[in-house]
């Protein structure tokens, strides 16, 4: 890993709608890059070594990755996990909300804005793992980053913003809930 200083920045462009929130830290960070590297086995890591929490926002998972088994292995264990998806996400094949949901986990569904689209995992308030790494198994053959940060200021950043989405989204219940079923081909011309 590689230590890193993130620099505030002193005048934001103008046509940012509102200044960001800047911080300066010292911060470990370590990157991922698929195909060429196993993404998913780092993201498993992490969750595998979480101890008390860990926050995510993702705007798709699926099973088969292996990483909703680490977060249903972190929850068994007793670490507090709490996700929140894209409205779009209980719609998905093999999305994992449903397994989530029976294994305890708190589900809320993000659906005030057009793409609940942040992949962001926030760990025991100290790591947090972001990228455009999807929490999929097809993320693995794409052009994809994933990086890991060991800061407590970028994770209090980062469990900020998810709080504030947690807020404005609603419980997810079950796929039923959310899934409207597809008629059968037979049935899309008739009426």
Known sequence: ???VALL???????AWPSEPTPITVRAAISVCFAPEQDCAAVAIAAIDRAQRQVLVN?????TGTGIVAALIRARSRG???????????????????????????????????????????II???????????????????????????SPEVAAAYAAQWAQRAARS?????????????????????E
Do not use: F
């Not at 505030?8 to 103008?14: C, D, N, R």
């Not at 709490?82 to 409205?87: M, S």
């Not at 419980?171 to 059968?184: D, H, K, L, T, V």
């Open 8 to 14: 505030s920045l002193a005048t934001p462009p103008a």
């Open 124 to 150: 025991d308030r100290w790591v947090t793992l972001m990228g455009s790494y999807n929490w999929t198994k097809s993320a693995a053959r794409n052009s994809e980053d994933l990086n890991l940060d060991a």
């Open 79 to 121: 670490v507090d996990v709490r996700l929140i998806a894209d409205k779009r996400a209980p719609c998905t094949r093999r999305s994992g909300l449903d397994a989530l949901a029976e294994a305890g986990t708190p589900v809320w569904i993000d659906r005030r804005v057009p793409i609940a689209h942040a992949k962001v995992m």
């Open 170 to 190: 609603v419980p997810y219940g079950s796929r039923a809930q959310w899934c409207r079923p597809r008629p059968a081909p037979d049935q899309l011309g008739a």
């Open 1 to 3: 890993m590689l230590p």
């Open 58 to 62: 993702a705007y798709t998972r699926t």
